[in-house]
């Protein structure tokens, strides 16, 4: 994938998805400026990794992920998991997806949110993780090496809107 640009490798292989890594989280899906409603959007997507659990309610997905699941790729410490609950549909095009994401959030690294994910190499997912005691806005971009930034979220329980937007137009 060297030389690709970020639009060229969302635009080979995005998926949108809605990622539970830890946890029990609950989202809330809305399309915008589409003709395409949550309900027709969630029959398209399938899992990869199923969680414990999930079922939808209303525009309402409720998730409760498996333990020790995440994804992650080559730090300096080596580290590469790619066992997390990827609930997603293929795309093409320029495409917006937006959701509410909210969750029990109380065990180390506990998170919720988005991804856009073309392999286990390529990928990048946003939302909301647990650590030191709170809840944090968060996003992992990864080109063969996991590249994390957090910031302290600005809600303690809320649903949170940082990870609320995803767009595929990144130039």
């Known amino acids: 994938m060297p030389g690709t640009s970020r639009r060229e490798f969302l635009r080979q292989g995005a ?3 809605c990622a539970a890594v830890a946890g029990s989280a609950a989202y809330s899906l809305a399309s915008q ?7 027709e959007l969630v029959g398209r997507m399938t899992w990869m990794n199923d969680p414990a659990t999930w079922k939808k309610e209303g525009d309402r ?22 066992n997390g609950h990827f609930f997603h549909a293929p795309v093409s095009g320029d495409f917006v997806f937006e959701a509410r994401v909210n969750g029990q959030y109380a065990a180390l690294y506990d998170q919720a949110g988005l991804m856009v994910r073309r392999d286990a190499e390529n990928w990048m997912k946003c939302g909301t993780e647990f650590f030191d005691s709170a809840r944090h806005a968060s996003v992992v971009f990864t080109r063969e090496f996991s590249d994390w930034s957090t910031m302290k979220d600005l ?4 649903p949170s809107l940082v990870a609320g937007r995803a767009q595929k137009r990144f130039d």
């Open 33 to 39: 400026g589409s003709t395409t409603t949550s309900s």
């Open 61 to 82: 997905i409720r998730v409760r992920s498996k333990p020790k699941t995440d994804f992650w790729r080559k730090t300096f410490y080596g580290y590469v998991t790619d």
């Open 155 to 158: 809600s303690d329980s809320a």
């Open 15 to 17: 998926m949108v998805s």
